[in-house]
């Protein structure tokens, strides 16, 4: 799950301007039979095609992909799976278009379809961590730093030293004002890898140096360790 740059907070932007980040790792595993050729990692391709365009291809793709995910899951209500491969799609086709609409209502609409599978998916299987990041990152871009912070915080306590929670949450306490909570993350994030594997050193060290700024020209922010 890519972050999206127009969505980023002012604090966060001084590390993308020039970087492809990965939030996070997306939700591992096989992909049932059947479902691979509509869950799979093949990308929307925007790069010919612009405008109404993209939405209608977006459209025509992430539809019978949402279709098929629901037939499926209709016939195995309890598929983590199917659930995870639902928000995802949602959150892509959210991400697809976007970028090309000031309108917020279907995106918004689609995210919010996500985090209604994420949580579905996290009632069956309340342990799995990399369901319950993605679930925060949704919960991100739908301009919900607070509750993604909240949901890194479970994660975080059960597991100090998960990577994709420790560089996402440092991402969503500094949006949520929770500074030292986020450079405490992010430096146990650069602790834990130097070589970027699950996240981003670079975007890490930046927000850490944005956060001291900020540190330093005003009152200290409210902490509140998970």
């Given at each position: 799950?890519a972050?999206?740059?127009s969505?980023?907070?002012p604090i966060?932007?001084?590390?993308?301007?020039?970087?492809?980040?990965v939030?996070?790792?997306?939700?591992?595993?096989s992909?049932?039979?059947?479902l691979?050729?509509?869950?799979?990692?093949?990308?929307?391709?925007?790069?010919?095609?612009?405008g109404?365009?993209?939405?209608?291809?977006?459209?025509q793709?992430?539809?019978?992909?949402?279709?098929?995910?629901?037939?499926?899951?209709?016939?195995?209500p309890?598929?983590?799976?199917?659930?995870v491969?639902?928000?995802?799609?949602y959150?892509?086709?959210?991400?697809a278009?976007?970028?090309?609409?000031?309108?917020?209502?279907?995106?918004?609409?689609?995210?919010e379809?996500?985090?209604?599978?994420y949580?579905?998916?996290?009632?069956?299987?309340?342990?799995?961590?990399?369901?319950?990041?993605d679930?925060a990152?949704?919960?991100?871009?739908?301009?919900?730093?607070?509750?993604a912070?909240?949901?890194?915080?479970?994660?975080?306590?059960?597991?100090?030293?998960?990577?994709?929670?420790l560089?996402?949450?440092?991402?969503?306490?500094?949006?949520a004002?929770?500074?030292?909570?986020?450079?405490?993350?992010l430096?146990?994030?650069?602790?834990a890898?130097?070589?970027?594997?699950?996240?981003?050193?670079?975007?890490?060290?930046?927000?850490?140096a944005?956060?001291a700024?900020r540190?330093?020209?005003g009152?200290?922010?409210?902490a509140?360790?998970?």
């Open positions: 799950m972050i999206d740059k969505r980023t907070a966060i932007k001084i590390g993308i301007g020039f970087l492809a980040i939030l996070a790792i997306s939700v591992g595993g992909i049932i039979p059947g691979a050729a509509f869950f799979g990692t093949s990308k929307t391709d925007t790069g010919t095609r612009t109404g365009g993209v939405l209608e291809d977006a459209a793709r992430f539809a019978g992909q949402v279709a098929y995910g629901e037939q499926a899951l209709a016939s195995d309890a598929s983590l799976t199917v659930l491969a639902l928000a995802n799609t959150g892509d086709w959210a991400s278009i976007e970028t090309f609409t000031s309108d917020p209502v279907t995106p918004g609409m689609y995210r379809k996500a985090v209604t599978y949580r579905k998916a996290l009632e069956i299987e309340p342990g799995d961590f990399n369901v319950a990041v679930y990152i949704t919960l991100y871009y739908s301009g919900r730093a607070a509750e912070a909240s949901v890194v915080d479970g994660v975080l306590a059960k597991d100090p030293k998960f990577v994709p929670a560089f996402n949450g440092g991402i969503f306490y500094a949006e004002g929770r500074d030292a909570d986020a450079a405490r993350v430096n146990t994030y650069l602790a890898d130097p070589n970027g594997a699950q996240g981003n050193p670079d975007v890490a060290r930046n927000i850490i944005e956060l700024k540190q330093s020209a009152p200290a922010s409210t509140s360790t998970p």
